[in-house]
């Protein structure tokens, strides 16, 4: 199975202040047709979670742009520019190019 | 709007058997490969199943659930189901569903499992 690894496990940021996310893979994401299934999910307190960022870098629609995700091989990276109030949560990476397909174990966001 | 309405969570003993729906909207339901994805209380993410392609011919389990969970499709009800049997205390989780496989674009409410005697 791959493993992915993020760090740090906890993230306590400063408003206005960026921020970064680490996700580590066991093994190489480049599927047979050329996309790298390396996505990111945000998960708010008491709510589902929600994709931000697909295909390393791809934001979705409605993400703010202070989101940003960046790597290949096997590291990759999300940022968030300036860390606002409602950034609060879990981020949690996933990899869907092998099966299993397996997430990150996750960072909390947290304001200082 | 795309949305995605799982039900049928509940508490179940342990052994016991429960079957989840997730009842899909918005979008053409065939079209899609569904996953399934549970949170155990203060965990984080696992992937637990998932059906590729709209006649449900390709399934995948993940190994903690496979040969217990059974992951199918109903495409004239846009539904997705997951039929869980031979329930566990490690099963206790908010199961989620979500469309598309590699991808998980958009994701349900949840519904809440209990294995507990």
């Known amino acids: 199975d791959v493993v992915m690894t993020q760090s740090p496990l906890s993230l306590p940021v400063t408003l206005g202040q960026p921020a970064s996310i680490s996700c580590r893979s066991s093994q190489g994401l480049v599927y047979s047709d050329g996309n790298t299934f390396l996505n990111w999910f945000q998960q708010r307190p008491g709510q589902s979670p929600r994709r931000l960022i697909y295909?390393?870098?791809n934001r979705d629609s409605g993400v703010p742009d202070r989101f940003s995700g960046s790597g290949s091989g096997t590291n990759f990276t999300l940022k968030i520019s300036r860390v606002e109030a409602e950034d609060v949560g879990v981020y949690y990476c996933?990899?869907?190019?092998?099966?299993?397909?397996?997430f990150g174990g996750g960072t909390k966001v947290e304001i200082k | 709007e795309v949305q995605l309405l799982e039900s049928g969570g509940n508490l179940v003993q342990p052994g016991g058997s429960l079957r989840l729906s997730c009842a899909a909207s918005?979008?053409?339901?065939?079209?899609?490969?569904m996953t399934w994805v549970r949170q155990a209380p203060g965990k984080g993410l696992e992937w637990v199943s998932a059906?590729?392609?709209?006649?449900?011919?390709?399934?995948w389990y993940a190994d903690s659930v496979k040969g217990r969970f059974t992951i199918s499709r109903d495409n004239s009800k846009s539904t997705v189901y997951l039929e869980m049997n031979s329930l566990r205390a490690d099963d206790t989780a908010v199961y989620y569903c979500?469309?598309?496989?590699?991808?998980?674009?958009?994701w349900g409410q949840g519904t809440s499992v209990t294995v507990s005697s």
């Open positions: 979500a469309r598309s496989a590699r991808v998980m674009d958009v």
């Open positions: 295909k390393v870098s």
């Open positions: 996933m990899q869907g190019t092998h099966w299993p397909l397996t």
């Open positions: 059906i590729i392609g709209g006649g449900g011919g390709n399934t």
């Open positions: 918005g979008f053409t339901f065939s079209s899609y490969g």
